[in-house]
């Protein structure tokens, strides 16, 4: 019989773990899976679970949660040789976005359940962001520049709640907007973009939900795509808004982009976030792990054909 380890966070999406969880749990037992469970109820927990399911050595786990989630448990899971199932439950879901897995529809966790048993293995790229104070792997999109600050700014501010807590951190930030100095080395190469707003460098296509700052990336061609945005005024930032919710901002001539397999970026008060978690400040050295995870998706051609999730593992 197969064994899924299930790990949830039941804050995910406001709220919204707690029930994800319980649909698949009980969707996997109806497919007839062997099913260890357990909740974390902070970071520390969390991370424990997943050491102690790495320990278990199921057959697959089951995260239930959001990109936050999986940014807690990431370092723990590269190199196990454990495939991911991911029960999109968060407020963002970039990964699941990325990757075209269902999210917030009754049918989610059921969806995430089938492809535990019955789903295709498929190789993820992983992100490294090394700081001179924090390091950490991620999935996703690691933020240098403005779009970092507004995060920083964000988890500094006491009120309001929700959404509005980030708007007015934008607000706050475009009114303090300054060009960044940056030095950008790609693969060694010494890069001729020095002043800009933001550098973005993605294992994936979007973050902060759906937004798609790297409209080109792809986690399994072990290349990130990076994007430079130049200095520009408040006002035009504030244009450029629209055309980056489409993924037409890298037609602008104010935006660069490359491909790259290590990036070193520094400059004076830089910040670093990835998967929407502060990595560290000052300088960052970001590489990517190829093929550094598995995650089980669901079968497209109704294949239940149940995979040896291992061999997708170097």
Known sequence: MRHVFVLANPESGRGRGTAARDAAVARLRELGLRVSERTGSSVDDTR????????????ALVIVGGDGTLAIVLDVLVGSGIPLVLVPAGTGNDLARALGIPFGSPDSAAVAAMAAAHGVSRSLDVGEAICPDGAAHFLTVAALGFDAKVSERTNSLRWPRGRARYYLAMVIELIRLRPMAFA???DGAEIALS?????AVGNTRSYGGGMPVCPQADPHDGLFDVVHVAPVGRITLIGLLPRLLRGTHVRLPQVTTLRATEVDVSAPGLVVYADGERIGSESVKIRVIPAALSILLPSADGDHETPDPRKAHR
């Open 184 to 186: 950008l080395r790609a």
């Open 48 to 59: 424990r679970f997943a050491a102690e399911a790495v320990a278990a050595r199921p057959d």
């Open 195 to 199: 002043h800009g707003t933001l550098i």
